[in-house]
């Protein structure tokens, strides 16, 4: 079978949020664009088609207080206090640039165009909102887009069929094509009974991290990796080529590629990102019975991430949350639950713990000691409320209530994997850098791919990074052609 060859002004290699806003950008400026998406059609969109596309802004136009500073933060692992501050000089070349650090340029540029982003996408048909999250206490925070993501995929592809944009459904993006120069002029791909293709162009990897790759998280994140499962269907898709053909390029690396965005999750569901958020108001314990982390650290949109990541460390990766009847009084509790299954219900500890297949003696004592560390104080389930227990390890900080109030109940936790942390380094126009701090020439990244995060995830910037830097690599490639 030849090999068919293709030439266009950009290649968008994925069509989840990051992918499309290239496309589109690009395709609004007059570029001839192809997207390329290895899902059929029925199932394109990426992971962005499943989630609720949280942003981390305050009004329609700005980013919350802590937007930059989080971000910062958990911006680098230990790097020389010099490197870091000489990141900061725009003017600064070479190593420096190449880092595996998000510099202060990158985060500024992120922060200063959320609010035109998010006016562009108002502008194709997009709407944006302040509505009810799966959070019931928050200390950030969070607009959403009417519809979650699939309501911007929806916006985005009717968009990019207004412009012509040419999609290629189940084709994987295999080699990027380099010249003499080092330049990027093009991309090997494979479609599904087609064969071989040869695309020219310049190149936007948008194809996400490598949840999907078990080789690739083993060999990253380790062998405990077999006790993660991606956060929805979505996450199968993201296999790493994009990364590891980047690589192969000559791109620097940023991010923590020992790392992940970890949720917690019902491992009995199967639908996408079935999160169970309740824990706070209960207990959590591991497949022996005990009590192993503070469950009430803070609000749960700011603490669940290293909470879940202890839970993964426990046995099986799993835990239970045991609750008493007192949590179905909390207002709206069932936001906290996403998952579509049943509680695990008895009238009894002993019965609960025969029913989860927990040691029934380790949980009646370790109730009994936490409902003994207990004041007695009634619970403000809405606000951090101080309700802590005394003497008790670990201690519970806040909404610390006996669990003596018949029936219990029981949901299992485990760690999912949203997305990966390790990924390219790009600069402010979604350029990928070679390893020496300059741009790799027709080469441009947007979203998961682009390494961001060290430790923890700066919650609600994911989406938010892949409409950012989508748009700015599209505008970009445009006004390259210009």
């Known amino acids: 079978m030849m090999t068919q060859k293709l030439e266009y002004d950009l290649i968008v290699v994925g069509c989840g949020v990051a992918g499309l806003s290239a496309a589109v950008s690009a395709a609004e400026a007059g570029l001839k664009v192809v997207a390329l998406e290895r899902a059929p059609i029925e199932e394109r969109g990426g992971q962005s088609r499943y989630t609720e596309a949280y942003l981390r802004m305050k009004s329609h136009t700005e980013v919350s207080d802590d937007f930059e500073s989080h971000l910062a933060e958990n911006g680098s692992a230990q790097i020389d206090p010099d490197f870091i501050e000489r990141s900061a000089d725009p003017h600064e070349k070479g190593l420096v640039r190449s880092l ?3 510099d202060p340029n990158f985060i500024n540029t992120f922060a200063q165009n959320a609010g035109p982003t998010v006016k562009w996408f108002e502008g194709i048909g997009a709407r944006f909102d302040f509505l009810p999250t799966q959070f019931l206490t928050k200390s950030q925070p969070r607009l959403l887009p009417v519809g979650g993501g699939q309501g911007l995929i929806d916006v985005l592809f009717a968009k990019a069929t207004e412009l012509g944009i040419t999609f290629l459904y189940e084709t994987t993006a ?4 380099e010249n003499e120069k080092g330049q990027i002029i093009g991309i090997k791909s494979r479609q599904v009974g087609s064969g071989n293709l040869i695309l020219k162009g310049p190149v936007v ?4 991290g490598f949840q999907g790759n078990a080789e690739m998280m083993t060999r990253y994140v380790g062998n405990r990796s077999i006790y993660l499962r991606p956060i929805c269907k979505g996450g199968y898709f993201n296999r790493g080529e994009g990364i590891e053909m980047a690589l192969k390029a000559g791109a620097a690396t940023c991010g923590d590629f020992g790392s992940y965005h970890a949720e917690p999750i019902d491992p009995r569901s199967g639908m996408s990102e079935p999160s169970v958020f309740i824990f706070p108001y209960g207990i959590l314990v591991n497949m022996e019975g005990e009590r192993f982390t503070d469950e009430a650290i803070g609000t749960v949109d700011a603490y669940y991430e290293s909470i879940t990541r202890k839970i993964h460390l426990q046995t099986q990766g799993m835990a239970w949350v045991i609750l008493d009847a007192r949590h179905q009084r ?10 579509d299954q049943a509680p695990i219900v008895a009238q009894t500890l002993s019965d609960l713990a025969k029913a989860i297949k927990v040691p029934v003696n380790a949980l ?6 936490y409902n003994q560390a207990c004041s007695g104080e009634d619970w403000k389930p809405l606000v951090l409320d101080g309700v802590k227990t005394q003497g008790l390890t670990p201690p519970k900080s806040n909404w610390a209530c006996p669990l003596n109030e018949a029936p219990f109940h029981a949901y299992p936790i485990m760690a999912s994997n949203v997305f990966t942390f390790g990924g390219l380094k790009v600069d402010e126009d979604a350029r990928v850098l070679h390893s020496d701090g300059y741009p790799i020439e027709n080469l441009y990244a947007a979203g998961e791919i ?5 430790g923890t995830y700066t919650g609600a910037t994911s989406v938010l990074k892949g409409m950012v830097f989508g748009r700015k690599a599209g505008l970009h490639a445009a006004h390259r052609q210009k």
């Open 450 to 454: 682009i390494g961001s995060y060290w």
């Open 330 to 339: 909390i207002p709206n509790y069932r936001l906290g639950i996403r998952s």
């Open 174 to 177: 295999r080699e990027l094509i």
């Open 364 to 369: 009646s004592d370790t109730v009994a000691q």
């Open 205 to 208: 990897l948008a194809c996400g």
């Open 100 to 102: 595996s650090l998000l």
